[in-house]
C-alpha cells in the first residue's frame, strides 16, 4: 500500500494567515492526488484532485501543487470556516489511502 | 441534488455480520464511469477506504479486510449494499458511503453520505 504522511498534525493560526499543509507519498503517485476538508461531526469534503484542480464551487483562496511523492495544499488567506482537519489522498494506485489528516486551529 | 445516505445498525455485537446501506438520490449507480465506495473512520482517527463498486459491476476491496467484505448495487432501489462479517470493536467506526468522481480517471470521492456511527460491543 502507498502510505501518505501529512505535516504537521496540527497548526494554529490566525484569520488571513498564510497556512500550507504538505502529503508525502511512500512511492511516486504522478499528479493523483486529492485533498479533503472535514469539520466535526461531518463528512469530508472534496476540496482539490489530480494536485492543483479545484473541485467545483471550492474557494480560489484554496490551492495545491506538487507531484511525484511531495504535495502542499496551500490557503491564502485564513478565514473563519477553514477551521477544520485536512486529510490528502493518493488516487494512484489501488488501495487508494489517505493521510493521517492535519488539524487547523485558531491561534 | 445528489445525496447519498447510509442506514444500517448502530450497535453490533462481536462476530455478528454488518449490513450497510447506502441509498442513493440524483443520480444512478449503473450510468457509465459512476461508482460508489465506502470509507469508514474510527473515532478521533483518519480515513480508511474499504470497498468500491463501479457501474460495471467491478468491484474493489482493500486487500487486508477482502476476506470480510462483500459490496453489491440493487439498481432496482439505487442503493449500494455493504457486508461486513466477523466483526470487532476495533471495527468501531464511522462509516461513509461515497460517490466516485465522475470525469477523471482517478477514484477520488466527490459526494458523501452524513455517515452512520457503528459500535461493536457485547
Known amino acids: 500500500d502507498t502510505q501518505m504522511t501529512q505535516s504537521p498534525s496540527s497548526v494554529s493560526a490566525s484569520v488571513g494567515d498564510r497556512v500550507t499543509i504538505t502529503c508525502r507519498a511512500s512511492?511516486?503517485?504522478?499528479?493523483?492526488l486529492a485533498w479533503y476538508q472535514q469539520k466535526p461531526g461531518k463528512a469530508p469534503n472534496l476540496l482539490i484532485y489530480?494536485?492543483?484542480r479545484l473541485q467545483s464551487g471550492v474557494p480560489s483562496r484554496f490551492s495545491g501543487s506538487g507531484s511525484g511523492t511531495e504535495f502542499t495544499l496551500t490557503i491564502s488567506s485564513l478565514q473563519p470556516d477553514d477551521f477544520a482537519t485536512y486529510y490528502c489522498?493518493?488516487?494512484?494506485?489501488?488501495?487508494?489511502?489517505f493521510g493521517q489528516g492535519t488539524k487547523v486551529e485558531l491561534k | 441534488q445528489i445525496t447519498l445516505k447510509e442506514s444500517g445498525p448502530t450497535l453490533v455485537k462481536p462476530t455478528q455480520t454488518l449490513t450497510l446501506t447506502c441509498t442513493l438520490s440524483g443520480f444512478s449507480v449503473i450510468n457509465d464511469g459512476m461508482g460508489v465506495g465506502w470509507i469508514r473512520q474510527p473515532p478521533g482517527k483518519a480515513l480508511e477506504w474499504l470497498a468500491l463498486?463501479?457501474?460495471?459491476?467491478?468491484?474493489r476491496y482493500r486487500p487486508s479486510l477482502k476476506s470480510r467484505l462483500s459490496i453489491t448495487k440493487d439498481t432496482s432501489k439505487n442503493q449500494v449494499v455493504l457486508t461486513m462479517t466477523n466483526l470487532d470493536p476495533v471495527d468501531t467506526a464511522t462509516y461513509y458511503c461515497?460517490?466516485?468522481?465522475?470525469?477523471?480517471?482517478?477514484?477520488?470521492?466527490?459526494?458523501w453520505g452524513q455517515g452512520t456511527l457503528v459500535t461493536v460491543s457485547s
Open positions: 489522498q493518493q488516487a494512484n494506485s489501488f488501495p487508494w489511502t
Open positions: 489530480s494536485t492543483s
Open positions: 461515497a460517490r466516485r468522481r465522475g470525469g477523471t480517471v482517478a477514484t477520488v470521492f466527490d459526494y
Open positions: 463498486i463501479y457501474w460495471d459491476d467491478d468491484k
Open positions: 512511492e511516486g503517485i504522478s499528479t493523483w
